[in-house]
C-alpha cells in the first residue's frame, strides 16, 4: 500500500488531501503540532503524528514512526498580510522557519530513504502570490518564492535518483483557518500612516470572484504524485489557473 505523509494537517488544505489520498486507498500520516482528529475521517489506514517541521528531534521521531513513504507533502505554512514597516523581524524570521527552512528540512530528512529505493514524490505547497507582485503581502511572498527557487533547483538533483519533486500553487482560500491564523501568529498591526492604503487593499480583496477551494488543492496534489508528466508548477482554484493563464504559464 502507498504511503504519504503530509505536514499540517490540523485544519484546510492539509486535511482536504488527507482525505483525498484516504480516499484512492493510500496510508496516509497526519501529522499536525498538535494532533487531533477533528475534521478527519476515521480510517484504519490513517496514522496520526505530532510533528513541528522547525524541530530536527520532533521530523526524526514523525518519520521513524511514519516508515518508509513514497510521497512527502509539504504543506505546513504560515501566512502574514502586514506591510514590511508593520512586520516584526522575529515573525518574519519564524515565518521564513516553518515555510522554507522546514520544508528543507523535511525534505532532506526523507530524501535518504528516497533516494535509496529510487522512488518517490515531494510536492511543496507553495502559493499564486508568487506570480506578481501583491501589497501587504512582500515577507509571506518572498518565503513562498524562495520555496519555488528551492524546489526547482532541487527537483534536479532528485531526478538523479529517480525521485521528483514539484510545486503546486494555491490562490485565496478565504474558506480556510488560514488568513485568520495568521493573523493570530503573526499579527497586522500596520503603521497608523499605512491605515487607508490597508483599507483600500481590503475593498479590492471584497470584489474577488475567483478563489481556491480546499478540495482544489488536494486534486492539484494529487496530480503532482501520481502523474509522471505534470508540469513542475500546478495551479490549484480558479483565481491561480486565472494567473497561470494571464502570466502564459503552461500547466496542462
Not at 530513504?113 to 501589497?135: D, H
Not at 520555496?147 to 519533486?165: C, D, I, P
Not at 478565504?174 to 487593499?201: K, L, W
Request: charged content about 20%.
Amino acid at each position: 500500500m502507498s504511503r504519504v505523509l503530509i505536514t499540517g494537517c490540523s485544519s484546510g488544505f492539509g486535511q482536504s488531501i488527507a482525505k483525498r489520498f484516504l480516499e484512492e486507498g493510500w496510508h496516509v500520516v497526519a501529522t499536525m503540532r498538535s494532533p487531533s482528529t477533528e475534521g478527519l475521517p476515521s480510517s484504519d489506514r490513517l496514522q496520526l503524528l505530532p510533528l513541528d517541521v522547525t524541530d530536527p528531534n520532533s521530523i526524526a521521531s514523525a518519520l521513524e514512526k511514519a516508515g518508509p513513504l513514497d510521497a512527502l507533502i509539504n504543506n505546513a505554512g504560515v501566512g502574514m498580510l502586514n506591510v514590511l514597516e508593520g512586520a516584526e523581524i522575529a515573525k518574519a524570521r519564524e515565518l521564513f522557519e516553518v515555510n522554507v527552512l522546514g520544508a528543507m528540512a523535511m525534505t532532506q530528512a526523507v530524501m535518504p530513504s528516497m533516494r535509496t529505493r529510487r522512488k518517490g514524490v515531494i510536492v511543496n505547497i507553495s502559493s499564486s502570490v508568487t506570480l506578481r507582485a501583491l501589497p501587504a503581502l512582500s515577507i509571506y511572498s518572498a518565503s513562498k518564492a524562495a520555496l519555488n527557487a528551492f524546489t526547482m533547483s532541487f527537483a534536479l538533483e532528485a531526478e538523479e535518483f529517480g525521485v521528483r519533486a514539484r510545486l503546486v500553487l494555491p490562490g485565496s482560500a478565504p474558506e480556510t483557518a488560514f488568513g485568520r491564523n495568521a493573523v493570530a501568529r503573526m499579527g497586522m498591526d500596520a503603521p497608523e500612516v499605512y491605515e487607508p492604503y490597508m483599507q483600500s487593499i481590503f475593498q479590492a480583496r471584497k470584489a474577488t470572484t475567483e478563489f481556491t477551494q480546499a478540495q482544489d488543492v488536494a486534486s492539484a496534489v494529487w496530480r503532482a504524485v501520481t502523474d509522471i508528466n505534470a508540469p513542475m508548477m500546478l495551479p490549484a482554484g480558479a483565481d491561480a489557473e486565472t494567473w497561470f493563464r494571464e502570466e502564459g504559464i503552461f500547466a496542462a
